[in-house]
């Protein structure tokens, strides 16, 4: 079955540590996004790709960091930069450049402990 | 101001209500409009998406676009307790890949 898959499902991190989302689509989609959720604050876009090798800063890069290798995978670094890790964190991936459907994971929960 | 303003709620109703969610955007320029549903502790689903202004009806389920008033509303008709979860409006531009997202309402359908 086609989908987008996220691993782990729940993960902790210690302060200073950096640690790595993982994200793999068999939907042959161009395009793949992460966001992050907060309790009241709805999806907020980090990184996003439209293509291989190439990817652009959301609205809440900083501390994160990307890369796109494969058009199947869109792994999202949490660094120790980001002061504030623990959150819900979603990958979605859709057709292309105008997208009107966005298929999501199931996300992973980051923890700072 | 927000791009998308949605009121977060929690809104609860009994089994067999009319729900009314709704959304208000600041940008004339969005074309397309998202709703989706999102169970407790997993992704979002796309229930329905419109373009432009006007209405689409699913089941169930009708979107409703105002772009006058640039206002977005979804309809869920004999809600039932299945139906509870969080409502997620969202938007984009005809010509762009960033998809702008409200904060989500919860929703209780009581049975």
């Not at chain 1, 996220?6 to 790595?20: A, D, I």
């Not at chain 1, 501390?63 to 623990?86: I, M």
């Not at chain 2, 689903?45 to 373009?51: Q, S």
Request: proline share 4%; hydrophobic share 30%; net charge neutral.
């Amino acid at each position: 079955d086609g989908g987008i898959t996220q691993s782990p499902k729940y993960l902790f991190r210690k302060e200073g540590q950096n640690v790595t989302l993982s994200c793999e689509q068999n939907l042959n989609h161009d395009a793949m996004y992460w966001y992050r959720q907060d309790p009241g604050q709805g999806l907020r876009l980090i990184y996003y790709s439209q293509i291989v090798n190439d990817f652009q800063k959301g609205d809440i890069a900083e501390g994160y960091s990307v890369s796109r290798e494969k058009k199947e995978s869109f792994p999202l670094t949490v660094t120790s930069a980001q002061k504030n890790p623990t959150a819900f964190y979603l990958c979605a991936s859709s057709i292309g450049e105008v997208n009107t459907e966005a298929f999501f994971g199931q996300g992973t929960r980051l923890t700072v402990v | 101001q927000k791009e998308v303003e949605q009121d977060p709620g929690p809104l609860s109703v009994p089994e067999g209500a009319i729900v009314s969610l709704n959304c208000t955007y600041s940008n004339s320029a969005f074309q397309y409009f998202m709703w989706y549903r999102q169970y407790s502790r997993k992704g979002p689903e796309l229930l329905m998406y419109t373009y432009s202004s006007g209405n689409k009806e699913d089941g169930r389920f009708t979107a409703q676009v105002d772009k006058s008033s640039k206002y977005i509303s979804l309809f869920i008709r004999d809600s039932q307790p299945s139906d509870s979860a969080t409502y997620l409006c969202a938007t984009l531009y005809s010509s762009a890949s960033k998809i702008i997202f409200g904060s989500g309402t919860r929703l209780s359908i009581r049975p």
